[in-house]
């Protein structure tokens, strides 16, 4: 396992991986209701054979974080 700086790491389950012409959205479902979107290119969903079912982990590194309501 690797280790990493990032704090946020959030483990799930793919459940779509949908790629556009250069870029790919990958869903994962964190549990309790929670799916997070990521856009990553479609050259790392082939590296990563990522496909729908796979456990995966969600890794946010982030200088700002947003907050609406």
Known sequence: MMKLSARNQFK???VAVVKGQTTAHV???LG???VITSSIT??????L???VGDEAI???KAS???VGK
């Open 58 to 60: 969600a890794v946010i």
């Open 49 to 51: 054979a990522l496909k």
């Open 32 to 34: 309790g209701g929670l």
């Open 42 to 47: 479609n050259e790392s969903v082939d590296d």
């Open 64 to 66: 700002d974080v947003m």
């Open 27 to 29: 869903r994962i479902d």
């Open 12 to 14: 799930g389950k793919i």
